[in-house]
């Protein structure tokens, strides 16, 4: 009877762990689930508010779109780490009065490690969750893609 009692106690502890194990995955699944859901609302927020004001010419913001950005992500990074950063648009076409090429409408948002402190923590199936969330599922196409090495754009202008 002792050993029976044994092997039962053995398959008990076994169920027990293999639950835990099983609970911990799914935590941490709907934990990096929110990481994404909160980033790609991150990515929403700024292009909105890019879109409020002309589309940047270079790196540096407007100092009414810094002020608009203050009370969100913009300056404390995002949840994979990294930080927020603004592309000018490249040109495209040549301009209205043939004298160079005029600027593409709206720029993107990116998401740079360039800081060893700050590595990025986004896998491709992150990627590819948000890039469903909010845009085509394609990282090689639409407005959320990935770029340099690998880290994530968000084009701002309308339907690029």
């Given at each position: 009877?002792?050993?029976?009692?044994?092997?039962?106690?053995?398959?008990?502890l076994?169920?027990?762990?293999?639950?835990?194990?099983?609970?911990?995955?799914?935590?941490?699944?709907?934990?990096?689930?929110r990481?994404?859901?909160r980033?790609?609302?991150?990515?929403?927020?700024?292009?909105e508010?890019?879109?409020?004001?002309?589309?940047?010419?270079?790196?540096?913001l407007?100092?009414?779109?810094e002020?608009?950005?203050?009370?969100?992500?913009?300056?404390?990074?995002?949840?994979?780490?990294?930080?927020?950063?603004?592309?000018?648009?490249?040109?495209?076409?040549?301009?209205?009065?043939?004298?160079?090429?005029?600027?593409?409408?709206?720029?993107?948002?990116?998401?740079?490690?360039?800081?060893?402190?700050?590595p990025?923590?986004?896998?491709?199936r992150d990627?590819?969750?948000?890039?469903a969330?909010?845009?085509?599922?394609?990282?090689?196409?639409?407005r959320?893609?990935?770029?340099?090495?690998?880290?994530p754009?968000?084009?701002?202008?309308?339907?690029?």
């Amino acid at each position: 009877m002792g050993g029976f009692l044994l092997i039962e106690a053995g398959l008990v502890l076994l169920i027990l762990v293999l639950a835990a194990g099983l609970v911990t995955l799914l935590l941490g699944r709907h934990q990096q689930r929110r990481r994404c859901d909160r980033f790609a609302a991150d990515l929403r927020t700024f292009a909105e508010a890019f879109q409020e004001y002309a589309p940047p010419g270079d790196a540096s913001l407007p100092a009414g779109l810094e002020d608009r950005l203050k009370d969100t992500n913009w300056r404390k990074g995002s949840p994979f780490g990294g930080d927020y950063g603004c592309l000018a648009s490249p040109p495209v076409g040549p301009s209205a009065d043939g004298a160079g090429r005029s600027p593409a409408r709206g720029g993107a948002i990116v998401l740079t490690a360039f800081a060893p402190s700050m590595p990025l923590t986004l896998s491709r199936r992150d990627l590819l969750y948000i890039d469903a969330t909010i845009d085509d599922a394609n990282l090689a196409t639409g407005r959320f893609r990935t770029g340099f090495n690998g880290w994530p754009v968000y084009d701002i202008g309308e339907n690029q």
